[in-house]
């Protein structure tokens, strides 16, 4: 999961698995959520999204649930290959100090050969 | 397709130095924003601009201006840099305001 602080949690899984990365958020009020992919030396990219009236869906090898009873989302990746290493967040739709969405820190996954 | 794109990709600093990060995006997208990114922290949101003409404090706006020159491009600046400011700058894009977001690929800023 997700965890404010300077190390980041990491998730080294071996290529051809499954990958569940998770994430918690903040505000039951919260109705669009968004998972980024983020390389080294590289910006965020949009992965997937999911509104507060779906918990399922699917992209492809990617697929985001949403679980609003305990504030959690969890994006899945089929079939985990070596480009998929890199810095997974999260993303929510809640206004806080003027801002539209607040992101997790990530979470680093490793794919093993 | 471009998307979004910023410069400079690097740029170091003395403290009390002054300078202004560019932005532009060619997807016709009303919102635009000004992240840092150090680390082990998310994303955090320094100045927006919902539409051309209207620009918003985020989370962080302390030392920094932005200016919405045109639907295409927004800008940052840094007046008296500091080395609090070291620190990734991504700008990013919308349609509109809670839409998702278009990144650019970062400006590294160190500041010494």
């Known amino acids: 999961g997700e965890s404010v602080g300077l190390h980041l949690p990491t998730l080294s899984v071996q290529e051809g698995d499954n990958s569940i990365i998770n994430c918690a958020y903040s505000?039951?009020?919260?109705?669009?959520f968004i998972w980024y992919k983020q390389e080294s030396g590289k910006g965020p990219q949009f992965i997937i999204d999911i509104r507060s009236n779906m918990d399922k869906r699917q992209g492809q090898r990617v697929t985001v649930l949403l679980n609003k009873t305990v504030k959690h989302l969890s994006l899945q990746i089929a079939a985990t290959q070596p480009g998929d290493s890199a810095v997974y967040f999260c993303?929510?739709?809640?206004?806080?100090?003027?801002?539209?969405?607040?992101f997790g820190p990530g979470t680093r996954l490793s794919v093993l050969p | 397709n471009a998307g979004v794109t910023q410069t400079p990709k690097f740029q170091v600093l003395k403290t009390g130095q002054s300078m202004t990060l560019q932005c532009a995006q060619d997807m016709n997208h009303n919102s635009m924003y000004w992240y840092r990114q150090d680390p082990g922290m998310g994303l955090r949101l320094i100045y927006y601009s919902a539409s051309e003409g209207t620009t918003d404090k985020g989370e962080v706006p302390n030392g920094y201006n932005v200016s919405r020159l045109n639907k295409r491009e927004f800008s940052l600046r840094l007046e008296s840099a500091a080395p609090s400011q070291t620190s990734v700058y991504f700008c990013?894009?919308?349609?509109?305001?809670?839409?998702?977001?278009?990144f650019g690929s970062g400006t590294q800023l160190s500041v010494l």
């Open positions: 993303a929510e739709n809640i206004w806080n100090y003027g801002q539209n969405f607040v």
């Open positions: 990013a894009s919308s349609v509109q305001r809670d839409e998702k977001l278009f």
């Open positions: 505000n039951s009020a919260s109705d669009y």
